[in-house]
Nanobody, 124 residues
Framework: QVQVVESGGGSVETGGSLRLSCVAS????????MVWFRQAPGKEREGVAIIDSDGRTEYADSVTGPFTVSQDNAKKTLYLQMNSLKPEDTAMYYC??????????????????WGKGTQVTVSS
């Protein structure tokens, strides 16, 4: 069972930046997908960014700011660099891992391993 732990959240002003990290307790099998989700109060959890075992990345249409997802396989760590943050980016950010089909890659029930989240708050 792989465990993942997020960190790096905090409170910033509009236009600020944060770098989220997600450390896994073990390497996942090849052909995995790691994803960042977020959930704002009163809203459904939504996908933000995906990276797979080959390093291919994809971003959800809802992401407006320049976000960059990356990974360091040696450190078993996933990152999300978030720049030009806006108040609408305020949410709990979750890291998840699994083996989703392509059409279900942004569905929460496609992922097995979840962290407890890290809070991001952007003030105006």
């Amino acid at each position: 069972q792989v465990q993942v732990v997020e960190s790096g959240g905090g409170s910033v002003e509009t236009g600020g930046s944060l770098r989220l990290s997600c450390v896994a307790s073990a390497h996942m099998d090849r052909s995995y997908v790691m994803v960042w989700f977020r959930q704002a109060p009163g809203k459904e959890r939504e996908g933000v960014a995906i990276i797979d075992s080959d390093g291919r990345t994809e971003y959800a249409d809802s992401v407006t700011g320049p976000f960059t997802v990356s990974q360091d396989n040696a450190k078993k760590t996933l990152y999300l660099q978030m720049n030009s943050l806006k108040p609408e980016d305020t949410a709990m950010y979750y890291c998840a891992g699994g083996y989703p089909s392509y059409e279900n890659r942004f569905r929460t029930n496609s992922y097995t391993y979840w962290g407890k989240g890290t809070q991001v708050t952007v003030s105006s």
